[in-house]
């Protein structure tokens, strides 16, 4: 009854997410604090955001419900790119260890995450349909710690936990997207005057001079808005130093040390 209530509270605290409020990262963190209460015997939870199929760098985020955690993802993710999240993932079903010192699993990430005293792993992958979104690992310092009845909560709590990080992936997309937008929309009328600037010099169509700006932009490896910036603020200088040099002394007039004109003679 009491694992009931503590799944129970794992899957309440996931329908309490709300995405408009949380960024991926606090996301995900919940998440994985979660799986710690839902899950029999887990001491720490992990969640990933992974994309198996690229195994040289599969991460896309992560969270950790302890430090423990995050440095047993370290050595899965970037020392040994082997683990219970991975293997997860790529195999699309529960895997399991209560022995990970001696586990054939994971020959070089189990007898380093034993050495840190942690003994039992277990890794559920997050589906949705027929797409692996990412995983949740949880651990134990205890050897044997998590069973069939373990497993079958960490599976439950899987199916929720899927969608509410799948959401969050989708909210984040969407307000980087915005942003992208929002600073093409700000920086698009300085490139628009740089080109202007290209085409009066130098007489090219618009394509072809915003081919210039772009391989200026290459060249000097900067942002297209920097450059069409600075071509913009040179053209300024220019305009504002011929219009001063064409407002200075008539030279047909005398002009005395006070600034009045010098009686002839």
């Avoid at 919940?30 to 199929?53: M, N």
């Amino acid at each position: 009854m009491t694992a009931v209530a503590d799944l129970q509270a794992g899957l309440t605290s996931l329908a309490g997410l709300v995405a408009d409020s949380l960024d991926l990262d606090q996301v995900l963190a919940e998440v994985a604090a979660s799986a710690v209460r839902a899950v029999p015997g887990a001491d720490g939870a992990g969640v990933t955001l992974l994309q198996p199929e690229r195994q040289d760098d599969p991460v896309l985020a992560s969270a950790a419900s302890a430090p423990f955690v995050a440095e047993i993802d370290t050595i899965q993710y970037v020392t040994v790119h082997e683990g219970p999240s991975i293997t997860a993932a790529l195999q699309r079903r529960t895997v399991r260890s209560g022995s990970l010192g001696g586990t054939k699993l994971w020959p070089r990430f189990g007898p380093r995450v034993g050495r840190l005293g942690v003994h039992s792993a277990m890794a559920v992958p997050l589906l949705l349909g027929d797409r692996v979104v990412g995983a949740v690992s949880v651990y134990s310092r205890e050897k044997d710690a998590f069973d069939e009845h373990s497993a079958q909560f960490a599976e439950l709590f899987a199916k929720p936990a899927a969608v509410a990080v799948h959401n969050a992936r989708i909210l984040a997309d969407a307000l980087a997207l915005t942003g992208q937008l929002q600073v093409a929309l700000s920086t698009r009328p300085v490139i628009d005057q740089a080109i202007g600037i290209i085409r009066a010099r130098t007489g090219r169509s618009a394509a072809e001079a915003f081919g210039q700006l772009r391989a200026m932009s290459q060249a000097e490896q900067r942002k297209l808005a920097e450059v069409a910036e600075q071509i913009v603020a040179e053209a300024v200088r220019r305009a504002r130093a011929r219009r001063a040099d064409q407002a200075g002394p008539n030279p047909g007039c005398n002009v005395d040390s006070v600034g009045t004109p010098a009686s002839p003679g």
